[in-house]
């Protein structure tokens, strides 16, 4: 197997001195390798036993090592300083001497003319040194670029003339300390002409047929005009999902160091290339005056793609004209109100079937909620690539439209699996839908519409080497389905007040090589042998540099303690694409041992010629011979055989939920979930994945409603008093992870496959098996047993508003 011998098998929290001596009276030490060598624990998730036959089914991972060597599994490098708050991030960069602190201010109205900006009383406050506004930007006032693989339309800096959204920058005020600089923001006025009414909700707009026309998406496959005609049954209905936010833990950071030749910039951001762009085009200077850095980002998801150019133009902006280092730091309530979020739809589908289940043909008119710029319609084109999801329909009839807003919100970003997330709750309600209508618990028909190898998926594509029912047999076994749908029914016929429901949620999720590749640079010091790597992906808690060290570590031969894995670096790394879309952990991983490959082979002769060497007198002797220690390789992705995705990955999950019907409050009792990840470059961090992307997705499904003011077209819910994501109640009580064995991936890198992302969508079953149990309690306590639409995200609120009981109903 090919990765089985990626890392060397000592364990790094055993082998580091710094991990043994730094943390506090090796308490913190105790306790992550206490939790590492509990991994088989059922409370968390369970390793697969990747050396046992298929005939044997899955395996919990036991300590073994005889058969499970450690050297597969292993926690993040970066897990003890993140654990113990050592861990540094943009905003724990020292302060410099006479560095700024920018703050900006924001529009409070969502349509209108600017009419003038005073902020003649904020600058006679102690401490408030500038004040800038579009009048003060040398170059371009423009964040964006087009001409990449993303052809975004110019989002200005700061707005000149019109206001598109309430909480768009209007300016930026610098002062020697925040709070100064947050008093300061606070002090300027601004006159505005002409202030229109926002149109805020997807429905208005769609009533208005305000419409990005030159932007529709439509696919057809199959001939569905002709498949009504054969079908026994149909059902229609319509599908709401609202915006969600990122909610990453470090909110949009940027520090600009003015030096002797240029600007140092320090960046939270997923995509390296465009805030170095949006840096130097905001002063009018070339690249090279810019150094940009890129430390570990406290999470992403998304969010931290485009918007943080803003920050880079605006902090580079404020050093430039100040000649001072600026930090511009959000907090949670402004970072909330300007940057944009995950689009909110509406679908409406009909759906054409059999009376056995099969689903012939399906019709769907899909509308999202684009902001006041059109560059929201990649998000509907990502949607229909994922629409099929799991399942096999010969016919669609798919129309997409960009909505846009009349400039009252801002433009919608990328969010974590930004396709898949509508498209899984999609296609997932008609499935439940189609079930409820013939009787049918919804896991025999989704079963029997599932994709199977050698089918074709919606783009005509072959699926080879699909293992989606192969997942789904093996889950639906380890889960025990047959036996707990049993008890849930003895549960809910004891059980008034409360019902419980159990469902099961599959994921083909296609997965797609972004951007031209990643390269990286791999350094062997001579004087000790020590390894430097610098790549161009970011570290956002995916556990990148692990996997990065992890190769190169399997290359040389060395300890992994000999490796280091440094911050991106623009000089060292340019032209970087985004890191997303989950491929990114291992195509820089084969980009860093491409590099250490070629290192290996220039060591060789003096290897050959002197084999008695360690491994530090080695690097001394090839240096001497005149032997250059540094290689840069790039990764570059090739997709011309692959139009649409590289390869899929397939998983699949049960999760059972008990709903308290005078309430609507939940509980996830158990969740199961059955992943193919080829031959995981690390099971730990793939496992950590899953259940990051799963708790993401009970997020936007059930739990994070995002409200405006309909008046004045400001974000109501801008902090955690009224905008909640996910916390400990809400994480299932039982969950088992349990990864598929010998599957080796084609056509990934090292046999692997992308597991970022997939996850997400599996989490459509504890809203889909919340709405089952409100279904049971409608049916017995009212005697009606019809379907309830999908409106997520399918909060308490809604929950116990479903059931619609009534002073009737409590008197009985």
Same mark, same amino acid.
């Given at each position: 197997?090919?990765?089985?011998?990626?890392?060397?098998?000592?364990?790094?929290?055993?082998?580091?001195?710094?991990? /043994?001596?730094?943390?506090?009276?090796?308490? #913190?030490?105790?306790?992550?390798?206490?939790?590492?060598?509990?991994?088989s624990s059922k409370s968390r998730s369970c390793l697969v036993d990747l050396h046992r036959p298929l005939s044997s089914g899955l395996q919990t991972y036991q300590e073994k090592p005889s058969e499970f060597p450690m050297k597969k599994a292993m926690p993040k490098l970066e897990g003890p300083v993140q654990a113990s708050g050592e861990a540094v991030f943009v905003n724990d960069l020292? /302060?410099?001497?006479?560095?700024?602190?920018?703050?900006?201010?924001?529009?409070?109205v969502a349509s209108a003319t600017i009419k003038s900006i005073d902020a003649s009383e904020a600058l006679k406050l102690p401490g408030v040194t500038h004040f800038l506004t579009a009048d003060d930007i040398i170059g371009e006032n423009n964040y964006m670029f087009a001409g990449h693989m993303f052809d975004i339309p110019q989002h200005e800096v700061f707005a000149s003339r019109e206001v598109f959204y309430n909480g768009q920058p209007l300016g930026l005020i610098l002062a020697e300390t925040q709070a100064a600089a947050l008093e300061g923001a606070k002090h300027v006025k601004v006159t505005y002409s002409e202030i229109r009414r926002p149109i805020i909700s997807l429905e208005e707009s769609l009533e208005k047929e305000m419409e990005f026309k030159h932007v529709r998406k439509t696919v057809v496959v199959g001939t569905p005009t002709e498949a009504w005609n054969i079908v026994d049954q149909m059902v229609e209905g319509t599908v709401r999902m609202g915006s969600q936010y990122h909610f990453y833990m470090e909110t949009q950071v940027s520090l600009a160091v003015p030096s002797e030749d240029g600007i140092d910039l320090y960046s939270s951001t997923q995509f390296s290339d465009i805030c170095h762009h949006a840096a130097a085009q905001v002063i009018g200077k070339p690249l090279n005056f810019i150094n940009l850095t890129v430390p570990r980002l406290g999470g992403a998801f998304g969010g931290k793609t485009f918007d943080p150019a803003l920050l880079s133009a605006a902090a580079t902006l404020a050093a430039y004209v100040s000649d001072r280092p600026v930090r511009l730091n959000l907090d949670l309530a402004s970072n909330m109100r300007i940057f944009g979020k995950r689009p909110a739809f509406i679908a409406k589908y009909k759906a054409g079937f059999n009376n056995d289940g099969h689903v012939q043909v399906v019709d769907i008119d899909y509308a999202i909620d684009a902001g006041f710029n059109e560059h929201g319609h990649i998000y509907v084109s990502d949607c229909a690539t994922y629409l099929d999801m799991s399942y096999y329909v010969p016919n669609w009839n798919w129309v997409g439209r960009t909505m846009k807003m009349k400039t009252n919100k801002k433009t919608v970003q990328p969010t974590r699996a930004p396709g898949a997330v509508p498209a899984a709750l999609i296609i997932e309600t008609i499935m439940e839908h189609v079930a409820k209508t013939l009787n049918k618990h919804p896991i025999q028909v989704k079963e029997l519409n599932l994709y199977q190898n050698g089918h074709r998926d919606i783009y005509g594509h072959v699926l080879q080497n699909c293992n989606l029912m192969e997942v789904w047999r093996r889950l639906k076994d380890v889960a025990e389905v047959d036996t707990r749908l049993n008890q849930v029914d003895v549960f809910n016929q004891d059980n008034t007040w409360r019902k419980r429901a159990i469902t099961l949620t599959p994921c083909k999720h296609g997965i797609l090589y972004l951007g031209p590749g990643f390269g990286a640079t791999v350094s062997i010091f001579c004087r000790d042998g020590s390894v430097v790597i610098t790549q161009g992906g970011v570290e956002m808690g995916q556990g990148l540099y692990t996997k990065v060290a992890q190769g190169v570590a399997h290359v #040389? =031969?060395?300890?992994?303690?000999?490796?280091?894995? /440094?911050?991106?670096?623009s000089i060292s790394s340019p032209n970087s694409t985004l890191t997303a879309a989950s491929i990114t952990s291992e195509s820089?991983?084969?980009?860093?041992?491409?590099?250490?490959?070629?290192?290996?082979? /220039?060591?060789?002769?003096?290897?050959?010629?002197?084999?008695?060497?360690?491994?530090?007198?080695?690097?001394?002797?090839?240096?001497a011979s005149g032997v250059d220690l540094s290689v840069r390789c790039f990764n570059k992705h090739k997709l011309d055989d692959h139009p649409t995705f590289n390869y899929n990955t397939?998983? $699949?999950?049960?999760?059972? $939920?008990?709903?308290? %019907?005078? $309430? =609507?409050?939940?509980?996830?009792?158990? %969740?199961?979930?059955v992943a193919d990840y080829g031959e995981s470059l690390n099971p730990v961090i793939d496992i950590g994945q899953t259940e990051g992307a799963y708790i993401m997705g009970l997020g936007g499904y059930m739990l994070e409603e995002t409200k405006f003011d309909m008046e004045t077209g400001r974000i109501l819910s801008d902090g955690t008093w009224n905008y909640k994501p996910p916390t400990t109640k809400d994480i299932p009580i039982d969950w088992r992870i349990h990864l598929l064995p010998d599957t080796p991936n084609p056509s990934g890198v090292r046999s692997a496959k992308a597991c970022g992302e997939p996850g997400i969508s599996l989490s459509t079953g504890?809203?889909?098996?919340?709405?089952?149990?409100?279904?049971?309690?409608?049916?017995?306590?009212?005697?009606?047993?019809?379907?309830?639409?999908?409106?997520?995200?399918?909060?308490?609120?809604?929950?116990?508003?479903?059931?619609?009981?009534?002073?009737?109903?409590?008197?009985?």
């Open positions: 197997m090919i990765k089985d011998e990626l890392v060397p098998s000592e364990n790094p929290l055993e082998s580091s001195p710094k991990y /043994r001596k730094d943390l506090a009276g090796g308490l #913190l030490y105790k306790v992550l390798l206490s939790l590492y060598k509990s991994t020292p /302060r410099f001497q006479r560095e700024l602190y920018a703050v900006f201010t924001l529009a409070d #040389l =031969g060395v300890p992994l303690e000999n490796i280091r894995v /440094r911050p991106l670096q820089a991983m084969q980009a860093a041992i491409d590099a250490a490959q070629t290192l290996k082979e /220039r060591m060789r002769p003096i290897r050959e010629k002197f084999p008695d060497l360690d491994w530090s007198e080695l690097c001394l002797k090839c240096d397939y998983c $699949t999950a049960a999760t059972e $939920t008990e709903v308290d %019907v005078l $309430t =609507g409050q939940s509980q996830i009792r158990r %969740v199961d979930i504890a809203l889909l098996a919340n709405k089952q149990a409100v279904e049971y309690a409608r049916h017995e306590l009212l005697g009606v047993s019809d379907f309830i639409p999908v409106d997520a995200p399918f909060t308490p609120e809604k929950t116990q508003q479903g059931v619609g009981l009534d002073e009737s109903v409590l008197l009985l």
